[in-house]
């Protein structure tokens, strides 16, 4: 039997891609010449959730003050120029340099700011779980923590989907989900989705896909001003302005402000963020430092049993109080170094605090706090080499990122009695890579990298529980090499057909080392290899994707509960995951366009006490369609259709409960220009259905001996959004 609980919050980390200001053109292939080199587990028991969302730390000074010397330093010598991609047919995040999509071994997937205002969505979660190939899991019903999972990896997605914003991580060194509603869609200018593997070009979690939220640059003169209103009470505000000087400085700022009642009772969330970038642009570079502060407050509610699902499925259940702070600060540079190659370089340092009470049959009155520090540096150079057959896109690079970790976590009255928890981790992660794609023919082009990366963690606390005493002094260190090869070939102009093989890797997380009921567990590193292989047609009307894939991993890192509770994190005995997907679009005329994904996934282990067993919470067929109309140049219409198969529940490695769901999801929008105004109006679920986005198998504590049962987080019902945004430029 094993159940597995996830913890689950938001926090951001760093690494960094580039991005375009001004009219500088740094990082585009294009803007070479061709005789010279390139320029360049959920509903965690609550305990889970409180130690996932508790984790903190104590600076590293010494990291920092090394990080920090070195970004000063470079920042002397250079200036930088964020190279960006314009168009669809440019994309940032398969190289960390702006090249040709179709020059990618792999499927890339984009969702522009058109396809972003086009959909009505409040939110990143909402736009995301609009996108085959992508399974969103809502943990509380809220929209407050969400998993992300591709490529069937269920409830582990938070640690084995990396998700980047201009290429600065926002996983976190525990087990807490990337808080994706920290994003304001006002900022997002793109978000590009590798659909794969990608150990070698971004190291760590990079296991099943990379999803990069692309910002906008500070721009010629533009403000925004809306105010939104919707079901639950729900209220937001946003402002932002953008400006260009012809001194070479830039800038941009945004707030906003949201706040809803939720949809389960006494579901209370507030949020408010504010963003600021200031950005230098000259002849051959351009510098930039950000600031990006979230506070969020929210009150979540436990899963029901089904009786009480059936019931009163909005009623309240228990608690966790979220009530954190999260600040970001980042620099970036992008510089000529010559004609043909380019420095780039970004310092990212993050602070999150955070105070969660809650309350729970099994640990009763329980307070975390949590406090987290991320540092990271990552400097690269990029270059073109002219060859005979085209030029070769080489990319060199290092990875260095500090963590620092502190949690503390009491509880008193619950079922397993009083408990106490105190830990602090130092980690420090460095990795070195290379990669370069390189033209064997004019249609031909070899991709080869590699990356090395070590990892340094050193642990003090103490755990005292029902089950024991633990001391959690401690140190850990482990070193993992991937390689990657690719190959693409160019059939004709809009048709390439590419095949790679890539190599993964997750290190152990912070809460997975140590935790309350385990003190120190020994986990080994987890690694994986991904083959897939697909065929991409595209012109001006049409496009259309296949993309076939095997990922196996080898000590796969996840949780499981024995038949008393005890949750234990373990390395599992081989997974194996195969599957497809399809991605279309079509522009059948001037004023409707259609479009629709569909993935499968196969997701079973291969070895061990659970071979043959399909892995909980992967969904084998997932499928969408939307379709857009403009009757006139002032009123869009936006619909969408959201198929989700059935899926083992969480924690249900014995595929013993049956699988839950599956449910499809309507939701429709529609918006009208008015001048400089335009008004949108959303409403999601459409037919009202009543389903169950997150289901976990746990146990029933009334009598012994424990009997499994199943525990919901109700999805929310039909539900509406109305907004009116003012736009001057």
Known sequence: MGRRYIGIQPLMSPETCPKQTGTLRVGNLADVDSSSVFQPHQILLVTRILLARGCALQRGKLMKKTILAASVAAALSLTQTTAFAEDDSMVVTASRFSQEAIKSPSHISIITQQQVNDSGVQNVTELLRSHGGIQITDTFGDGNLTIVSMRGMGETGVSNVLIIVDGRKLNNPDISAPDLNSISLDNIERIE?????????????????????????????????????????????????????????????????????????????????????????????????EYQEVENSFLSRAALSNAQVNSDRKQAAGFILFDGTTSTRRAGIEQKISKNWTLLAELTDRDFDNESPSQSISFGTSLTTTQRNVTSLTPRVVGVVPMSEGKALITVGADIEDENYVINNTSVGGFFGASDFNNKQERQIYSGYARASIPLQKQTTLTVGSRYSEINAEFTGAANSFFGSSNLDSDFDDNVTVFEIGLIHMLSQNLKAYIRRDENFRFAKTNELADVFNGLTSLDTQEGVSIETGVEWTDKKYSLALNVFQLDIKDEIGAITDSFGSVFNINFDDTRRRGLNIEGQAKLSDSFDIGGQYSYVNAEFTQGAFNNNDIPFAANHQASIFGTFKP????????????????????????????RGGYTVFNAAASYIINAFTVTARINNILDKKYNENTVNTLDFSSFPYNETLAFSPSPERNFTLSVAYDLK
Request: net charge negative; glycine share 10%; proline share 1%.
């Open 632 to 659: 006139n140049k002032n009123l869009q219409l936006f619909a969408e259709a959201l198929y989700t198969g059935s899926k083992y529940s969480i924690g249900d490695f014995d595929n013993t409960l049956g699988k």
């Open 193 to 289: 989705i590798i659909q794969g593997s990608a150990g070698t070009l971004y190291g760590d979690q990079a296991v099943a896909g990379v999803i990069n939220i692309i910002t906008k640059i500070p721009s010629k003169r533009h403000l925004h001003v809306a105010a939104g209103m919707g079901s639950y009470d729900k209220e937001n505000y946003a402002f932002s302005y953008s400006d260009t000087f012809d001194n070479g400085f830039s800038l941009r700022f945004s707030a906003d402000d949201s706040q809803s009642d939720g949809y389960r009772d006494d579901n209370d969330k507030e949020r408010t963020q504010y963003f600021g970038r200031v950005d230098y642009t000259h002849d051959s570079g351009n510098i930039f430092v």
